[in-house]
């Protein structure tokens, strides 16, 4: 089907590599981000969130790291595998809290993995 | 299994007729929403519900109507007024509206109009 990941920025790493996936926000208030990993053709899937009074947070094989001084948020994959080979998105809350606040996502980034 | 089903995968109409998209999620979530995805984009916020009988335009609501009779459900129609209809249409849902909670997303319909 068509790919998502049409037209995008691609980031080409070698299986078994680590891999680091950044995004740059908008919005010096947003106070929490999330990653989301969308392989081709179906929804995306929850990765890893974090909040503004972390700065960083691990899970299985991924880090996020949140520096809120220049506005940038990263993904971190340790040992890049050929499952990983998707596009991810960024997605910060603007504004924070609030009953009418919602997610905004940033354009993705593909990641190709090398076998 | 809980989750959040999306139907049909692939959906195709003619030009000037409008077409419902099907959402329906067992989560017991509050909120629920509709994006559209082109190539090379990221997800444009359609409409979102916060709650039953409730329902606010996101950043592209023209050409597009929701109804929210139901907990579960949140269909969207593509009224023939969208006037660039084909793309992928993924619904989601949260515990609330408020942006501090994750969205579960379905698997996403891809609509083609010609």
């Known amino acids: 089907g068509e790919s998502v990941g049409l037209h995008l920025p691609t980031l080409s790493v070698q299986e078994g590599d680590n891999s680091i996936i950044n995004c740059a926000y908008s919005n010096s208030a947003s106070d929490y981000f999330i990653w989301y990993k969308q392989e081709s053709g179906k929804g995306p899937q929850f990765i890893i969130d974090?909040?503004?009074?972390?700065d960083k947070r691990q899970g299985q094989r991924v880090t996020v790291l949140l520096n809120k001084t220049v506005k940038h948020l990263s993904l971190q994959i340790a040992a890049t595998q050929p499952g990983d080979s998707a596009v991810y998105f960024c997605?910060?809350?603007?504004?924070?809290?609030?009953?009418?606040?919602?997610?905004?996502f940033g354009k993705g980034i593909t990641l190709s993995v090398r076998p | 299994d809980g989750g959040i089903t999306q139907s049909p995968k692939y959906l195709f109409r003619k030009e000037g007729q409008n077409v419902t998209l099907s959402c329906e999620q067992n989560l017991n979530h509050d909120a629920m929403y509709w994006y559209r995805q082109d190539p090379g984009q990221g997800l444009r916020l359609i409409y979102y519900s916060q709650i039953v009988n409730d329902f606010q335009k996101g950043d592209i609501a023209e050409g597009y109507s929701v109804s929210r009779e139901k907990k579960e459900s949140f269909p969207l129609t593509v009224t023939s007024a969208q006037k660039n209809p084909t793309a992928f249409y993924l619904c989601?849902?949260?515990?609330?509206?408020?942006?501090?909670?994750?969205?579960?997303f379905g698997p996403g319909t891809r609509l083609t109009v010609t």
């Open positions: 989601a849902s949260s515990i609330g509206v408020s942006g501090a909670y994750e969205q579960y």
């Open positions: 974090i909040r503004s009074n972390m």
């Open positions: 997605a910060e809350t603007s504004p924070p809290g609030g009953a009418n606040s919602k997610l905004t």
